[in-house]
């Protein structure tokens, strides 16, 4: 219990130092992802729409506070391998398209699953003022069962630091989906890739729709 | 063997052999026919037994009873958590695990209200293939087991022994003892509802995207969340061809993975899966740790 009084005073010295330094032209990563993660996070449980399922108003939330901060782009190449090489710029920027709808939808998903979960985040290893990476590390606290490690892979680029890989329950989403894409280049080529990744976004786009209404209805 | 165990042999080897028949297109996943036609078979025991059980036990208790059936059985299976802390040697949790169990046994009457989780002490879930992993063996192959479902052989082979160790397998009454499994099993899929939605509508082929996030999970789990240890024992096969679930299949190294493997080094929070996508990595970390799940069956 008491390594834990440590760890918390550690994660507010943490806290308070990265927001005491406006001298620092980023904000640091860890705070980074502190702040969108709570503004998503209050946000889900107070918007009554998002607690009845709007999809479209997860969605829109997700665009607004998470978007901005992700690389899309590395992460698809990442996922993509050595195929990316092979692609040309107009098939990479359509697979990134693709694949940001696909992980939008996919996190809007679990967004929309939020109830009473907490965060809290493990302090970050690294010396910010060298490393170009770095790796976040956090814990949702839910009232049933472990608690889900959430960690996040964070770069800096000249406009801040960006996301370009999440881990969820230990299994790094780039990992995770390498696989799936390459079974699907071998079968129909990168074009055969966009095409079954816009196939999926349409059928999650339609059943967002549908609960767009349902939500509406039952917020009446 | 009884007649209803005969057919569902049976059934179980016409799924097998149906799988075997398609050539196995990963070399790290051998027994990918087997596997494919496992999950399969487990997806439709799913969809038609335990997921509606699952759902009307979800809809129907009050939440009350849920979060008592599953500190119940929460609290029973810390004991082998425990166990296989001790075997693993970490000493705090072990400690910590020790407090749960006592918490929530005399507090928490009987482990139907989870006080321990409240006061700081982490629920941990630890199994004998976590510790034979921690003791240094590599998973070696992917394999789905029917009914249990995903696992790799090192886990398959200390099925046995958590089998043994669950407290609720050694309780006299039969019929207790069967009601309790089925109510935890249902118990504990309702719980994974929602993931189980959420994964469908993530993958683009299930298969695929269960097994590698599994296996990630799964040595993750091992460690903890954090690095795996450089030495490892591995099972009998040429170390040099690829390593991780991809790593075979990427001659040429990837320029964007490259400050990754920078970062494996700086950063010690590095995950076992970063090692998988960086085939230059430099040699004493080669891609020959983690998640080569191919070859002892070559």
Known sequence: MKLFKQLFALIVALGAAAFSAPAMAQEAPDALVKRISQEVIDAAKTDKEIQAGNTKRVLELVESKVLPHVNFQRMTSLAAGRFWRDATPEQQKQLTTEFRSLLVYTYSGAISQIKDQKLEFKPMRGDLAVDTEVEVRSQVLQPRGEPIQLNYRLEKTPSGWKIYDVNVLGAWLVETYKGNFAAEISKGGVDGLIKALSDKNKRLAASAAKTVKKASTSAL | ?298
């Open chain 2, 1 to 298: 063997m009884s007649r209803l165990g005969k057919r569902i042999s049976v059934l179980l080897l016409a799924f097998g052999l149906a799988g075997c028949a398609a050539t196995p297109r990963n070399p790290q996943d051998p027994l990918e026919g087997f596997n494919r036609a496992m999950l399969t078979f487990n997806d439709k025991v799913d969809q038609v037994a335990l997921k509606p059980a699952a759902e009307v036990y979800q809809s129907m208790l009050p939440s009350f009873v849920q979060s008592g059936v599953g500190n119940f059985f929460g609290n029973i299976a810390d004991i082998p958590t425990l166990a296989n802390q001790i075997l693993q040697g970490k000493i705090n949790e072990s400690l910590s695990d020790f407090m749960r169990i006592a918490v929530n046994t005399t507090l928490g009457l009987g482990g139907l209200l989870d006080i321990a989780s409240e006061a700081n002490l982490p629920k941990h879930s630890e199994d004998f293939g976590q510790t034979l992993g921690r003791w240094g063996m590599a998973p070696g192959p992917y394999i789905v087991l029917p009914i249990f479902g995903p696992s790799t052989i090192r886990d398959t082979a200390a099925l046995p022994v958590d089998l043994k160790a669950d407290p609720w397998s050694h309780v006299y009454s039969t019929r207790t003892r069967n009601i309790g499994s089925v109510v935890r099993a249902i118990d504990q899929r309702s719980v994974a509802l929602d993931a189980s939605n959420l994964v469908e509508e993530a993958a683009l082929d299930r298969y695929e995207f269960v097994r590698d996030a599994y296996l990630q999970r799964r040595e993750s789990r091992v460690y903890d969340g954090e690095a795996p240890p450089k030495k490892r024992w591995r099972w009998p096969r040429a170390a040099e061809e690829g390593g991780g679930i991809h790593g075979g299949a990427v001659p040429v190294p990837e320029p964007s993975s490259e400050p990754v493997v920078e970062t494996a080094q700086n950063a010690s929070s590095a995950s076992p899966a970063q090692h998988a996508h960086a085939p230059a990595a430099p040699p004493d970390d080669a891609p020959k740790i983690s998640m080569s799940s191919d070859g002892a069956l070559k």
